[in-house]
């Protein structure tokens, strides 16, 4: 058996198995160590921590795994037949009608409170990860965006710390997935 973080309470042990459940039914585990990869980056990139009002790292009923920022996604791996990667993208990011041959799905979110009308993002999802030209920083670009739209999210009491620990520390990860995708 696994060794849990002594720092989990009974709710972050719950939480555990139901990421363990979670991953196991979106992909393989080399499609969740992509996500998680991503995830960190982002992390890394916004200078975000567990504790930030922000964010919300949750495990919904669906078969899905989403990061938001205040009131929308900006990450996330789903399952909705075969698994996608989905990004948030500006609106106005100029290969977004290249993007759209290379999609499996495109949603564009709806306006928020002092958003101009063409201004909400859209989020994209990928069958695999996308190989267009500075793809990564434009996601970047709308995930610092939808960063800085709000204080708080109104979602984070769906905040799950032990998504946010899979994503960050290696060895927690290493646990999750040996569990979800055992050898």
Known sequence: MFKLPTSFTT???EAHYRLVQRLSLLGSRAWVEQYFDLAQAMLDYLNLDCNDPRLVMSIPKSLKLPITLNHRYVLGIFRPGEPTLGFVLDYNYSHLAEVRLKASYIYNFGRLRGEEILSPPCFVDFDRLP???????EWQNAVLLELNRR?????????????????????????????????
Not at 131 to 137: A, D
Not at 163 to 183: G, M, S
């Open 11 to 13: 709710a972050d042990h």
């Open 131 to 137: 190989e267009l030209e500075g793809f990564k920083q």
């Open 151 to 183: 204080k708080s999210s109104s979602y984070r009491c769906y905040h799950e710390s032990v998504v946010y620990e899979a994503v960050t520390n290696t060895d927690y990860r290493k646990i999750v997935l040996d569990e979800a995708f055992p050898p």
